[in-house]
């Protein structure tokens, strides 16, 4: 009973410190919209495995796993607390909106002079339609209002915040086995050149004819 007590204290603790961390930045870029986070080169499977690594144990081992696939060579163009937040949140979603027993993916790949940090789930995916509103503060789907899923309305529009303020999109598509994808694109860094540090106001390198942002007109 004291384990299962610390468990529940643990789980609950982490929640309540993520949903703090997001009503403060979220509440901060309203106040200052334009700020910019500082970015340095972040090798995004270290950054990846060490936020499932701290997720993990909180988790309800019935709710769900989380499988990391994230190549070694993939850097971005990132702030590491930027991303940790951004993560952290879609996997919260990603099990919040999740059957139980699911397994969440967190992989990465280059794509059109980008890289590409995708969090797949095994829910019901997010209609077409409203593939814009799930980033809106404080909106939640009509399907999700009289559900028991707990939840502020806050977490993804700190992701798509968070993702404009260190240069990068964010958007949600369906997951290739059903469910959701959701889909952070950084700026690529060359492994080989980890110190370079282009400028805070330069945009991600991606044409419309290879970037997947250019095959979503919502984005």
């Known amino acids: 009973e004291r384990e299962r007590a610390n468990r529940i204290m643990a789980k609950e603790s982490r929640r309540l ?34 936020v499932v690594e701290a997720f993990r144990p909180l988790m309800d081992p019935h709710r ?21 937040q951004i993560l952290s949140n879609l996997l919260d979603n990603a099990l919040k909106y999740g059957p139980p027993g699911q397994t ?62 260190v240069g990068a999109r964010a958007h949600v598509e369906g997951a290739p086995g059903g ?11 060359d492994p080989a050149n980890t110190d370079a540090r282009p400028p805070r106001d330069q945009p991600i390198d991606a044409s419309e004819e290879t970037s997947p942002v250019g095959a979503h007109p919502a984005h």
């Open 17 to 50: 410190t993520q949903l703090v961390e997001n009503i403060l930045h979220f509440s901060r870029s309203r106040a200052a919209p334009s700020v910019s986070a500082s970015r340095q080169s972040v090798p995004l499977a270290e950054g990846a495995r060490d």
């Open 64 to 84: 769900g796993t989380v499988e990391v696939d994230v190549p070694e060579d993939l850097v971005a163009l990132a702030n590491r607390d930027a991303l940790r």
């Open 104 to 165: 969440v993916r967190v992989s990465g790949e280059r794509y059109g002079g980008v890289v590409r940090l995708l969090v797949d789930d095994e829910g019901p995916g997010v209609p077409e339609a409203d593939r814009e509103t799930v980033w809106e503060p404080y909106v939640r789907l009509p399907r999700d209002v009289d559900s028991h899923r707990p939840g502020s309305g806050v977490g993804l529009a700190v992701v798509r915040t968070l993702a404009e303020e």
């Open 179 to 189: 469910g959701a994808r959701f889909v952070v694109e950084l700026a690529s860094v």
